[in-house]
């Protein structure tokens, strides 16, 4: 399976953006991991195919909205409110097979990486 994202730019504070990544092939979960500048990868948002759940980090709950268009096998991240501290590369990840909830914030449990994204959110 092989992931393209799209949609990073650069916005201002309080502004809105629209991360989107394309699936080459069905997959089971998909999200986004993020690394900024000179700090480690840290886990953004995932879904699940069915049922479907999805999960956020803390630090985006209630501010970013993951969806995915399964005809398409392409998933969404809607980024609202965005903040300085979001600027980071953003990489889409996915998985063909179910994995236990407990390990959805894990990078280790994606087989799939996109080539990353950089959003830059200026104060």
């Known amino acids: 399976v092989q992931l393209q994202a799209s949609g990073g730019g650069l916005v201002q504070a309080g502004d809105s953006l629209r991360l989107s990544c394309a699936a080459s092939g069905r997959t089971y979960h998909m999200g986004w991991f993020r690394q900024a500048p000179g700090k480690e990868r840290e886990f953004v948002s995932a879904?699940?195919?069915?049922?479907?759940?999805?999960y956020y980090a803390d630090s985006v709950k209630g501010r970013f909205t993951i969806s995915r268009d399964s005809a398409k096998n392409t998933v969404y991240l809607q980024m609202d409110s965005l903040k300085p501290e979001d600027t980071a590369v953003y990489y889409c990840v996915a998985r063909s097979n179910r994995i236990i909830t407990s390990m959805i914030q894990r990078a280790g449990a994606y087989d799939y990486w996109g080539q990353g994204t950089l959003v830059t959110v200026s104060s």
């Open positions: 879904d699940t195919l069915s049922p479907r759940l999805t």
